[in-house]
Nanobody
Framework: QVQLVESGGGLVQAGGSLRLSCAAS????????MGWFRRAPGKEREFVAA????????NYADSVKGRFTISRDNAKNTVYLQMNSLKPEDTAVYYC????????????????WGQGTQVTVSS
């Protein structure tokens, strides 16, 4: 069992930046690939980014490539999402998830999910 808690969301103007954090419980954080997902108003949840267990490989949705960076600090049991050049269409509830691999996370399959943090980007 893994518990995930997101933080760092808020209201930001277009072009601004936010850094989201996801803190995981337990001492087996490095056993999991981690990912970020989002659900925009009236839309289904979509994949945003994923990172391998030791941070060596990352994957991004085309819509965020070049703007968002996923990273992790296993010593702190935390995964981050640095979001730059934010656009109004980035407005969504952002969720982190732990999964078996980045491949499964890209297919929207996570073993554990956080409750989400709201990101609102104004124009």
């Amino acid at each position: 069992q893994v518990q995930l808690v997101e933080s760092g969301g808020g209201l930001v103007q277009a072009g601004g930046s936010l850094r989201l954090s996801c803190a995981a419980s337990g001492r087996t954080f490095s056993d999991y690939a981690m990912g970020w997902f989002r659900r925009a108003p009236g839309k289904e949840r979509e994949f945003v980014a994923a990172i391998t267990r030791y941070g060596g490989i990352t994957n991004y949705a085309d819509s965020v490539k070049g703007r968002f960076t996923i990273s992790r600090d296993n010593a702190k049991n935390t995964v981050y999402l640095q979001m730059n050049s934010l656009k109004p269409e980035d407005t969504a509830v952002y969720y982190c998830a732990a999964g078996r691999s980045t491949a499964t996370l890209r297919l929207m399959s996570g073993d554990y999910w956080g409750q989400g943090t709201q990101v609102t980007v104004s124009s």
